[in-house]
T-cell receptor
Framework: KTQVEQSPQSLVVRQGENCVLQ??????????LRWFKQDTGKGLVSLTV?????DKTSNGRYSATLDKDAKHSTLHITATLLDDTATYIC?????????????FGAGTQLIVIP | AQTIHQWPVAEIKAVGSPLSLGCTIK??????LYWYWQATGGTLQQLFY??????VESVVQLNLSASRPKDDQFILSTEKLLLSHSGFYLC???????????FGSGTRLLVI
């Protein structure tokens, strides 16, 4: 059973527009949540990590929220650029230790067009 | 600065042949190391993790094995490849559980 669900599956936006990616999960316990960017056929680049209830983070044009009660996170990308075209993956860690396991979502494929 | 290097970048191998994928981390002592696998069009899955030299824990086996012969090296291998082993293999490290995970650039494997 998929424990990390991302929506939408894919999204096309025009350069300069804002977009919001959603992540719902059922992983328990939910120690932390991460958002990664994956360019096609490449490794993952960490965008942000959220740890606490109602955490909010900001990293340049990327901002994220976490609602642990609702087991829900959002990733906002403002003023999109063509280079933002990639798959964005939501990952939930079930423990705060190396013994913990990361649970990956299937990703949202974002395409930014001119 | 810490760097993570995976090799090879890509491989095409025959069913039944052996495989060895490598991952090296430089600039960080005693990192926590991880292997992940992504089937084409699929979701990443954690395969193995290691918190110290000589100690490897399996999360999902997939008829693969992993070893950590040195503090900065993590090896993924099998003696007989299956078609189902095709996919994208990623190595990652982290120093502390809630600090950033740093991923390698991956190895793309095609088994024919």
């Amino acid at each position: 059973k998929t424990q990390v669900e991302q929506s939408p599956q894919s999204l096309v936006v025009r350069q300069g527009e804002n977009c919001v990616l959603q992540c719902n999960y059922s992983v328990t316990p939910d120690n932390h949540l991460r958002w990664f960017k994956q360019d096609t056929g490449k490794g993952l680049v960490s965008l942000t990590v959220l740890v606490h209830e109602n955490d909010k983070t900001s990293n340049g044009r990327y901002s994220a929220t976490l609602d642990k009660d609702a087991k829900h996170s959002t990733l906002h990308i403002t003023a999109t650029l063509l280079d933002d075209t990639a798959t964005y993956i939501c990952v939930v860690g079930d423990r705060g230790s190396a013994l913990g396991r990361l649970h990956f979502g299937a990703g949202t494929q974002l395409i930014v067009i001119p | 600065a810490q760097t993570i290097h995976q090799w090879p970048v890509a491989e095409i191998k025959a069913v039944g042949s052996p495989l060895s994928l490598g991952c090296t981390i430089k600039g960080k002592s005693s990192p926590n190391l991880y292997w992940y696998w992504q089937a084409t069009g699929g979701t990443l899955q954690q395969l193995f993790y290691s918190i110290t030299v000589g100690q490897v824990e399996s999360v999902v086996q997939l008829n693969l094995s992993a070893s950590r012969p040195k503090d900065d090296q993590f090896i993924l291998s099998t003696e007989k490849l299956l078609l189902s082993h095709s996919g994208f293999y990623l190595c990652a490290w982290t120093a502390l559980p809630n600090s950033d995970y740093t991923f390698g650039s991956g190895t793309r494997l095609l088994v024919i």
